[in-house]
């Protein structure tokens, strides 16, 4: 017999296919098992869409064995009604005898309130199978509903001597300090994230577009810092290719934690995740307010000798890795 172990390490597999569609919902994956085989699976589909559990369920093409079946699910089903149904009401018209679950779900509109519907109805419930692995999965969706701000990934590349751009340049583009595969995989995790945050500078100096060009996947919010709101409308970050939010002198305070005040307006703006690319101003004020949850290093085999100096940031080295002759490192804030 499997362990319940196996099947939600199963359930997490396939919630990965969701990474970037289903914000500012989580990414669910649930199986269900009848007589140790998985008979039906699903995770959830583009925001508006069925939850995970739904997905499963629709899987099943016999119904009646579901009453003789577990479902396994990443986090507690829902038993509000937001866009579709409580899923907790769907397991328990199909009497579905057997709820296994990764982790409680802490939106308040849901947080054990799912997994008291099922009990009250005969469900034999099991929590916190794979707690760990299941919390970090939702980090997102953990971090935005505890923290009550997105979570928050660094991002940059320097050279091997420290810089992340040159002090002075002869046209509005990028100096590409990393590879192109380098680059590829950038616009693969704003395919992955809800929205990416550049300054003012960055801007008028890079013209970038901020988009998934060099991959599939939906285009991020573009979260332009702009003061005093003097860009000219025809950069780039403007286009209709997506859509943008503009942080200035009217919605915060500059003269004090701008970092902050940034995750306020992102949080009221239902933003669950963000990445921070830049420029190095930027990047150090998110830094020195202790507002980040990952970093993500790009060295260079590169040097330009002057320049603008990369971050300077304290985090835990969690993995790192090759991309050609490009090296990337992974921390965690400790």
């Not at 969706?141 to 590349?157: D, E």
């Amino acid at each position: 017999m499997k362990s319940h172990e196996f099947y939600i390490k199963r359930c997490l597999q396939i919630a990965n296919n969701g990474l970037g569609s289903t914000r500012p919902n989580p990414m669910v994956g649930s199986v269900i098992v009848f007589n140790n085989k998985i008979i039906g699976e699903g995770f959830t589909s583009a925001y508006g869409g069925n939850h995970a559990e739904v997905n499963a369920i629709n899987s099943v093409a016999n119904k009646e064995i579901l009453k003789e079946a577990t479902i396994y699910v990443t986090l507690e089903p829902c038993s509000h009604f937001g866009k579709t149904p409580p899923c907790s009401d769907l397991i328990i018209k199909h009497q579905i005898p057997n709820v296994v679950i990764g982790c409680v779900d802490d939106n308040l509109k849901v947080a054990g309130k799912g997994i008291k519907k099922l009990m009250e109805n005969g469900c034999n419930v099991t929590v916190g199978v794979l707690e760990k692995e299941c919390k970090q999965h939702h980090k997102r969706f953990f971090t935005f509903h505890n923290k009550k701000r997105p979570y928050i990934i660094l991002k940059w590349a320097e050279t091997k001597d420290g810089f992340i751009a040159p002090k002075t340049k002869n046209e509005k583009k990028p100096v590409w300090i990393t590879n192109s595969y380098s680059r590829q995989l950038v616009h693969k995790w704003r395919a992955e994230e809800q929205a990416i945050l550049v300054g003012t500078n960055t801007v008028s100096h890079d013209n970038p577009s901020l988009t998934t060009r060099d991959w599939v996947g939906q285009n991020p919010v573009r979260i332009i810092i702009d003061r005093d709101e003097k860009l000219s409308k025809s950069f780039a970050v403007f286009n209709h290719e997506s859509q943008h939010l503009i942080i200035s002198k009217n919605n915060i305070n500059f003269s004090k934690n701008v970092a902050a005040q940034i995750c306020d307006i992102l949080f009221q703006n239902d933003i669950n995740s963000v990445i921070i690319e830049g420029g190095s101003k930027t990047l150090q004020s998110f830094i020195d307010e202790n507002l980040w949850d990952e970093a993500r290093v790009f060295y260079g085999n590169i040097a330009f000798k002057k320049g603008i100096k990369a971050p300077v940031f304290q985090g835990k080295l969690i993995a790192e890795t090759h991309i050609l002759n490009d090296k990337l490192k992974f921390y965690l804030n400790d």
